[in-house]
């Protein structure tokens, strides 16, 4: 796969590029889908600045929090450069968004809904970045992708999960036209928790950096299923917590009524 796109002479990492074409599908999402939300244009820009920088936060603080615990997983002899890495943003970021939602007195269950096809959208173009670069890769694979960085085959596990990550976009969006407002905050969760199951499925076909990643704790998990299962019991809960407000508000009797 090519690891490099030349533009007038200029080698661009493949990967590094479709970060980028990532981070630009967040305005595209949101202003396609800012009048069935209700919201202007200034509004709009905002939410869009909003969930690239906490994306961005979220990356960053997935790549301090990667560091800390495989470094106390091999006694701190694992270190790693990375400055940001992508798994921790679908836990990070509503967790950025409800602190914001508190301070702006934003609705946090329309907003999750509005940005959720956006994380998956970024999730989708970083695998297929790490297909061009060759990250994330699967075993050696005489009928899978060439990667360039090993000189090998290896099995296409980026593409697939590339392909499921843009099944959750497009399950996040039918959510958001059948739902039709009248039930916020169920779209986020839903995603996540199909992210959760996805990407921890194709965790096992993943060749990771360290023995200590892979097998986290000598737990037969990798770290990333651990993240991923947070991911899941936190989208879990967070359906529960919505549905009970909307019970709730259903079963209160109007004031003057016996």
């Known amino acids: 796969m090519l690891q490099y796109l030349t533009i007038f002479g200029i080698n661009i990492n493949m990967y590094k590029f479709f970060f980028f074409v990532g981070l630009m599908t967040v305005p595209v999402f949101l202003f396609a889908m800012r009048k069935r939300f209700g919201f202007s244009k200034a509004q709009t820009v905002k939410y869009t600045v909003l969930t690239i920088l906490f994306g961005l936060f979220a990356a960053y603080l997935t790549a301090v929090l990667k560091r800390a615990m495989l470094g106390f997983a091999s006694g701190g002899v694992y270190s790693d450069t990375e400055v940001l890495r992508n798994y921790g943003i679908p836990i990070f970021l509503p967790i950025c968004w409800l602190l914001a939602c508190f301070v702006l007195e934003d609705n946090f269950r329309?907003?999750?809904?509005?940005?959720?096809?956006?994380?998956?959208?970024?999730?989708?173009?970083?695998?297929?970045?790490?297909?061009?670069?060759?990250?994330?890769?699967?075993?050696?694979?005489?009928?899978?992708?060439?990667?360039?960085?090993?000189?090998?085959?290896?099995?296409?596990?980026?593409?697939?999960?590339?392909?499921?990550?843009?099944?959750?976009?497009?399950?996040?969006?039918?959510?958001?036209?059948?739902?039709?407002?009248?039930?916020?905050?169920?779209?986020?969760?839903?995603?996540?928790?199909?992210?959760?199951?996805?990407?921890?499925?194709?965790?096992?076909?993943?060749?990771?950096?360290?023995?200590?990643?892979?097998?986290?704790?000598?737990?037969?998990?990798?770290?990333?299923?651990?993240?991923?299962?947070?991911?899941?019991?936190?989208?879990?809960?967070?359906?529960?917590?919505?549905?009970?407000?909307?019970?709730?508000?259903?079963?209160?009797?109007?004031?003057?009524?016996?």
């Open 110 to 258: 329309k907003v999750s809904d509005y940005i959720a096809p956006c994380v998956y959208s970024v999730m989708t173009c970083v695998k297929i970045g790490c297909t061009f670069w060759g990250c994330c890769y699967g075993p050696q694979d005489e009928n899978g992708i060439w990667n360039a960085t090993l000189g090998y085959r290896t099995f296409p596990v980026q593409i697939y999960d590339a392909l499921t990550s843009l099944i959750i976009v497009i399950v996040c969006l039918i959510l958001i036209r059948k739902l039709d407002n009248k039930h916020y905050g169920y779209v986020y969760p839903i995603g996540g928790i199909l992210f959760a199951i996805t990407k921890g499925f194709w965790e096992n076909f993943r060749i990771h950096e360290s023995v200590y990643e892979k097998n986290f704790l000598d737990s037969g998990w990798t770290l990333w299923q651990f993240w991923l299962l947070v991911l899941f019991i936190g989208c879990v809960i967070w359906i529960i917590i919505v549905r009970h407000i909307e019970m709730k508000h259903t079963t209160k009797k109007p004031k003057g009524t016996r």
